[in-house]
Structure formats: C-alpha cells, structure tokens
C-alpha cells in the first residue's frame, strides 16, 4: 500500500478518488490479500503487477512497457497480458 500511497500522492489523488482508485486496482491486480506484505517481500510477478498498479493510479492516457514479464513465471506473465489490452 506504500507504493500506492506514494504514487497517488505524486499525482494528487486524494480522498473518495484514491479510495475508489486503489479497490479497483487491487481487484484488477489481484493484489489484495498482499496489501501489508512489503513490496521487496513480493514475489517478482507480484512486483511487476504492483509497478503497473502505480502506473495506473494517474489514469495514464498512454502506457509504454518495456518487457513487462521478463523475469516472472509463466503464469503470472500470462495475468501480466491479460491486464494489458
């Protein structure tokens, strides 16, 4: 919840918008149970879903990755590309 916390603070989402925001993101990511576990304790996949939840934080209009499931296991490459259309 750190990083979420430092990234809506960069991009000034506040108050029911950063509530709103973070549950979406957490469902999207299906990073919801790990939310009081640090982010260096994650695993890799879980990682590269938590930099993409951040990322997403400001409604981005455009989103450039570069190799977003290198260094993750299969499956989580697979749920990588499933939330990237």
Do not use: H
């Not at 990073?31 to 994650?42: Q, V």
């Not at 190799?67 to 590309?81: F, K």
């Amino acid at each position: 919840m750190e990083n979420l916390n430092l990234y809506a603070d960069l991009r000034s989402v506040t108050g029911e918008i950063r509530e709103k925001t973070f549950a979406r993101l957490l469902e999207f990511t299906s990073l919801g149970p790990f939310t009081s576990r640090l982010a260096g304790k994650l695993s890799g996949g879980m990682k590269q879903k938590l930099g993409l939840a951040c990322t997403l934080v400001g409604e981005p209009k455009v989103l450039l990755l570069d190799e977003p499931g290198v260094g993750v296991d299969p499956i989580s490459r697979r749920e990588l590309w499933q939330m990237v259309p």
